[in-house]
């Protein structure tokens, strides 16, 4: 019998869930109604069906993405399974290059995921577009260089009173930034809000300034017999954490410390250019892991890149030569920024600069700088256009998604 591919009916939902359960071996919970289906919606879903029976899946949720500035729709990639039997198969490519072009039609001009493996999705011209920064540190070690301001204050609130404060906050927090998600509801409590037995309840401790405003928040965990130190066995786990001023992170650091029967303070999405680090007298005390965090790929390049925000005026072309799984952006653009706002358009001229589009999409999230990528081979073109490509596509802040999906 051959393999259809078409997006689930409600009342296949539950296979979807059966599969991932399988495909992660548990991590997303084992049953039907588990966080892969609760996360979803069938007209979200392409999968793969031997009859009746579902075999691979794949699904796009729709997700707004800050971009420098501005704001743009992201197609988050996610539920990307295939059962055993059915692998190496070219399922995965299929559900792709179909996806692409739906993404393409619904205004997703870029896509993103996280990858359980990179050598799939480079194949597919993803690039890696993020960082996360882990922290372990005992509260006896946190020492700042600088007191925080002594009119901010910080104090535990109930989640239940404590949400559309810390919506308002987070909503300020990454207006500028790029790679963060506007947070549906689900999405928080999927992430920052999930409670999970084995790290206790979720608290969150909300910063206020000397007029009574709002400028920061965390949102963490508590929980004991986690530290092997018999005195101070406790450890918190940093859920979420934003500020909009440097000195309310560092009276959250403050606040952090009085937890005087913590053993460690563990924090495991902050960003590449997280301030931390400046702010402790021994920053090397906070173990800082560098991990990678999600990929991004750009569908539709002229879109995109008329969509995103810009911190420099300036002009540039840019060649795509090839890109199979997403024909219709091979070609030159030329881009034209006046005032932070873009204008794109196809051109015949010579390019500036010549570039594959997952290369594209590294520069385009400001992971790597262009003149990086060209120094690695992966752009071509003079130094002089490098260096106008360099400046068009740097971001104020570096590239971060602390929200899995």
Known sequence: MSIEIRPARDDEMGQLGLIGAYVYAGAFGDGEDNIITQSNRAEWTLCAFDGPDMVASYSTLPFTMRANGTAMALGGVSTVGTLPEYRRRGLLRKFTERSFADMRERGQTVAALWASQAAIYQRYGYAAASALCRYAIDTVDIRLLQEPAPD?????????????????????????????????????????????????????????????????YLVYTLRANKVDNQARSQEIIVRDCAWLDVDALRAMWVFLSKHDLVGRVTWQGAALDDPAPELLAEPRLLHTEVTEGYWMRVIDVEQALAQRGYTADGSLSLNIPSDPLAPWNEGTFRLDVTDGKADVSRTQDTPDIVLSSKTLSSAFSGHHRVTTLHDWGMVDGDLAAVRRADALLATRFKPHCPDHF
């Not at 109930?158 to 930034?177: G, H, P, Q, T, V």
């Not at 998600?181 to 909300?206: D, M, T, Y």
Request: charged content about 25%.
């Open 152 to 216: 901010l204050t910080v104090a535990r609130v109930r989640l239940a009173e404590a949400f559309d404060d810390i919506r308002d906050i987070y909503r300020s927090f990454i207006k500028d930034r790029i790679g963060y998600l506007h947070r549906s509801k689900p999405l928080w409590n999927g992430n920052a809000l999930a409670e999970q037995e084995a790290s206790g309840p979720v608290n969150v401790a909300i910063c206020r300034d000397g007029g009574g405003q709002n400028v920061g």
